[in-house]
C-alpha cells in the first residue's frame, strides 16, 4: 500500500509541476489555452526533466574581489535514469499490460 501511495504522490507532484509550467509559460498571454510550443516546453521542464541546473555560489571577501559564473559539470541521467531503472520501468509496464489483460479477459469472453 505505501508504494502505491508513493506513486499516487509522484504523480500528483509531477502534475502540480506541469501545471506551475505551464502557468509559468502563459503568464505573459491572454490566451484561455497554451500553444503547443508551450505545452512542450512545459512538458520538457515538468514531466521528463530536461531542465537547466541552477547552482549559485556565493562568495565572501573584503577589499576587491571578482565572481565567475560556469555551467555545471555534473551530468544527469535522462528519462528514468540508470540502466537498472529503465529495466524496472519495463517490467512494472509489462507486469501493468498484463494484470489490464488479465483482468479484462472474463468481461471479453
Known sequence: MAAVLGVIDQVRTALADLMGELRATMASDDSNLP??????????????GNRSR??????????????????????????????????GAIVVGLATVAGTAAALWPLIK
Open 35 to 48: 500553444t503547443p510550443e508551450q505545452f512542450g516546453q512545459a512538458l520538457d521542464v515538468a514531466v521528463l
Open 54 to 87: 541552477v547552482t549559485v555560489t556565493s562568495a565572501h571577501a573584503s577589499g576587491e574581489s571578482s565572481a565567475t559564473v560556469s555551467p555545471s559539470t555534473d551530468d544527469e541521467p535522462g528519462l528514468f535514469g540508470t540502466t537498472g531503472r529503465r529495466i
